[in-house]
């Protein structure tokens, strides 16, 4: 993936920017009461829908804020709210699906698309938007894409973020190291040393257990984690990545996991730990919240020092296929995604806005969201975007198997090539359920 030079120079002006995002979508709040069998009718025409998501406070009340909007435009379409965390969603989803009474809307993510449509039960919204009830139109740097399987449209995105680096501003500087767009991951570990041997604190919290951050390694070798069915890359391949990830726990480069643990719910970052974190973008804002230094978005390491292997990720809105209000529901995602109100009341909670109107419509006023937007505007500018890697069936189950693996091997109770046999194996299971 080749950058422009005026795009490179653009960067190198502006390496460094300044944390934001969304409020973290983990804070638990109680489920409201699930109505029984998908969306309902009253003698006078009205009908209700369930729209169901995760996330904190802050999304609940913007999204309770953006329903009401939508009833006022659509009087005869009422809609029961829903809300979790994530762990708890996708555990009651799961139960509702396999008894055939999930929400009629709800919040959906990539690695899920394969495994619930598989299932039959995400709705083909192409057929909704060739009745003319949602417009697939609009939608910026080709996130639109990242809903689609098999030529349909099961998801449809509110929001993207793409991989980024948090790093502690302060720890940087006094360091003396920097930044920049194109750096090399020797060039990375470099500049973690110089920071390790002047403030006597680690340089990253752990990034080696993060699934989407080894896509990204992957793709700047021409490969990537998933394939539409499959792993792509091999046991030998993922011995080499935990090895050299435990190579720097014992050096004493990455974090104490012992440490890393005792500090949750605190980021280890925000805790002092380390001076660096990989995340998703819109998620930076909790180190701001939690810590007491200053926070940056960085840019990706490189293999080769041009290609990142960053994509736009997202978090989307699907429909149930077993809906009995197809057309509602495929109004009420049209509204979601499109109406400028939804967007300025949503802001970037949910990522940068998806499509034109409605990131024209909300203009970020602090800080932490202008470093959002300005982070993905560098990297869409720097040419480096690729599209989004497959994620077929048991994605999900893999994800959460990768994160535990990795972590038992930075605790050093599981050895490398141990650990990448025992991820593929669980690997062919998920992708055999």
Same mark, same amino acid.
């Given at each position: 993936?080749?950058?422009?030079?005026?795009?490179?120079?653009?960067?190198? *002006?502006?390496?460094?920017?300044?944390?934001?995002?969304?409020?973290?979508?983990?804070?638990?709040?109680?489920?409201?009461?699930?109505?029984?069998?998908?969306? &309902?009718?009253?003698?006078?025409?009205?009908?209700? !829908?369930?729209?169901?998501? =995760?996330?904190?406070?802050?999304?609940?009340?913007?999204? *309770?804020?953006?329903?009401?909007?939508?009833?006022?435009?659509?009087?005869?379409?009422?809609?029961?709210?829903?809300?979790? #965390?994530?762990?708890?969603? =996708?555990?009651?989803?799961?139960?509702?699906?396999?008894?055939?009474?999930?929400?009629?809307?709800?919040?959906?993510?990539?690695?899920?698309? *394969?495994?619930?449509?598989?299932?039959?039960?995400?709705?083909?919204?192409?057929?909704?938007?060739?009745?003319?009830?949602?417009?697939? #139109? %609009?939608?910026?740097?080709?996130?639109?894409? %990242?809903?689609?399987?098999?030529?349909?449209?099961?998801?449809?995105?509110?929001?993207? %973020?793409?991989?980024?680096?948090?790093?502690?501003?302060?720890?940087?500087?006094?360091?003396?190291?920097?930044?920049?767009?194109?750096?090399?991951? #020797?060039?990375?570990?470099?500049?973690?040393?110089? !920071?390790?041997?002047?403030?006597? @604190?680690?340089?990253?919290?752990?990034?080696?257990?993060?699934?989407?951050?080894?896509?990204?390694?992957?793709?700047?070798?021409?490969?990537?984690? +998933?394939?539409?069915?499959?792993?792509? +890359?091999?046991?030998?391949?993922?011995?080499?990545?935990?090895?050299?990830?435990?190579?720097?726990?014992?050096?004493?480069?990455?974090?104490?996991?012992?440490?890393?643990?005792?500090?949750?719910?605190?980021?280890?970052?925000?805790?002092?730990?380390?001076?660096?974190?990989?995340? =998703?973008?819109? +998620?930076?804002?909790?180190?701001?919240?939690?810590?007491?230094?200053?926070?940056?978005?960085?840019?990706?390491?490189?293999?080769?020092?041009?290609?990142?292997?960053?994509?736009?990720?997202?978090?989307?809105?699907?429909?149930?296929?077993?809906?009995?209000?197809?057309?509602?529901?495929?109004?009420? @995602? #049209?509204?979601?995604?499109?109406?400028?109100?939804?967007?300025?009341?949503?802001?970037?909670?949910?990522?940068?806005?998806?499509?034109?109107?409605?990131?024209?419509?909300?203009?970020?006023?602090?800080?932490?969201?202008?470093?959002?937007?300005?982070?993905?505007?560098?990297?869409?500018?720097?040419?480096?975007?690729?599209?989004?890697?497959?994620?077929? &069936?048991?994605?999900?189950? !893999?994800?959460?198997?990768?994160?535990? !693996?990795?972590?038992?091997?930075?605790?050093?109770?599981?050895?490398?090539?141990?650990?990448?046999?025992?991820?593929?194996?669980?690997?062919?299971?998920?992708?055999?359920?």
């Amino acid at each position: 993936m080749q950058q422009g030079r005026g795009a490179e120079r653009r960067t190198g *002006r502006r390496m460094v920017l300044k944390a934001a995002g969304a409020s973290l979508a983990v804070a638990g709040l109680g489920a409201t009461a699930t109505a029984c069998g998908g969306g &309902s009718g009253s003698g006078d025409g009205t009908v209700t !829908i369930r729209y169901a998501w =995760w996330g904190g406070e802050p999304r609940t009340i913007a999204i *309770r804020k953006t329903i009401e909007l939508f009833e006022k435009k659509y009087p005869k379409i009422k809609v029961k709210p829903e809300f979790t #965390d994530y762990e708890a969603f =996708w555990e009651k989803f799961q139960t509702q699906a396999s008894g055939g009474n999930p929400p009629d809307v709800f919040q959906n993510a990539v690695g899920f698309l *394969r495994k619930y449509d598989k299932r039959g039960v995400l709705l083909d919204l192409k057929t909704q938007a060739d009745a003319g009830h949602l417009s697939l #139109d %609009n939608f910026r740097n080709g996130v639109l894409a %990242n809903g689609q399987v098999d030529g349909k449209q099961i998801a449809v995105p509110v929001g993207a %973020n793409t991989m980024a680096l948090v790093i502690d501003l302060k720890a940087f500087e006094k360091a003396g190291v920097e930044a920049k767009f194109g750096w090399t991951w #020797d060039e990375y570990f470099d500049a973690l040393q110089k !920071i390790q041997d002047k403030l006597k @604190i680690a340089g990253d919290t752990g990034y080696f257990s993060i699934m989407y951050l080894y896509d990204l390694y992957l793709r700047q070798n021409g490969k990537a984690f +998933f394939t539409d069915t499959d792993l792509g +890359f091999t046991e030998d391949d993922l011995t080499e990545w935990w090895a050299d990830g435990y190579k720097r726990v014992r050096s004493g480069l990455v974090a104490d996991p012992k440490k890393v643990e005792q500090a949750k719910p605190k980021s280890a970052l925000s805790a002092g730990l380390a001076a660096s974190e990989f995340t =998703w973008d819109n +998620f930076s804002i909790r180190y701001e919240g939690e810590g007491e230094s200053d926070y940056g978005l960085a840019p990706i390491p490189t293999t080769d020092g041009k290609g990142t292997g960053q994509y736009l990720g997202s978090l989307m809105l699907s429909g149930f296929s077993g809906t009995k209000h197809p057309k509602e529901v495929a109004q009420f @995602i #049209d509204f979601m995604v499109h109406d400028p109100e939804v967007g300025k009341i949503m802001g970037y909670d949910r990522g940068i806005l998806a499509t034109t109107e409605q990131y024209e419509a909300f203009k970020p006023t602090d800080a932490n969201n202008k470093g959002v937007a300005a982070y993905e505007e560098e990297v869409a500018e720097a040419g480096v975007l690729g599209k989004i890697t497959p994620h077929p &069936s048991g994605a999900d189950v !893999i994800e959460a198997a990768f994160l535990r !693996i990795g972590g038992e091997v930075a605790q050093g109770k599981t050895k490398p090539a141990d650990a990448a046999k025992a991820l593929f194996s669980e690997a062919k299971a998920a992708f055999a359920g």
